[in-house]
């Protein structure tokens, strides 16, 4: 079963912050464990309200969060960033990745965003793949990740 996905609201501060520490455990996902656990969930909670400049979206199953993803604002304000795409162990390989994207590239076509760009740890191929069939190219390196690429999704523009 696919999760439901939607934005992450204050109230989410603790199923946030449990998997954020699971996420934590991959050096890669850019944080650790220790830092983690110290995070007071009032402050995940303030960052948890969606705006203009990004928002958290959570993959649901039933009531447990089992994946997330963060979309961040440009400077230009035409462009942004995927970021902090994690699907917990026991619920990948069932959709749940392709849902957060697809719910996150909705969310910016729908408010104007032309690019999105991500940077992908250069020996993930299950998430680069996913990553390409939803459109998205290698562009670059990974944004001063040795080990990462960087990717583009260009978005379709209203005339």
């Avoid at 455990?25 to 110290?38: A, C, I, M, N």
């Avoid at 961040?72 to 749940?96: D, I």
Wanted: aromatic share 8%.
């Amino acid at each position: 079963m696919i999760p439901e996905v939607r934005y992450l609201c204050p109230s989410d501060a603790d199923e946030y912050k449990r998997i954020r520490i699971e996420a934590a455990r991959d050096p890669w996902f850019g944080t650790s464990v220790s830092l983690e656990s110290k995070t007071p969930t009032s402050l995940l909670a303030r960052a948890l309200v969606a705006s203009a400049e990004g928002f958290i979206a959570g993959a649901f199953d039933g009531d447990e969060l089992v994946g997330i993803v963060g979309f961040g604002l440009g400077p230009s304000g035409r462009s942004g960033t995927l970021f902090g795409l994690y699907v917990s162990a026991s619920h990948r390989r069932r959709g749940g990745g392709l849902a957060l994207v697809r719910f996150l590239l909705e969310a910016a076509g729908a408010s104007g965003i032309q690019a999105i760009e991500l940077a992908v740890k250069r020996d993930n191929e299950g998430a680069i793949s996913l990553y390409e069939r939803l459109g998205f190219r290698v562009s670059s390196g990974g944004a001063g990740h040795d080990d990462a690429v960087g990717m583009t999704l260009r978005l379709p523009t209203s005339p």
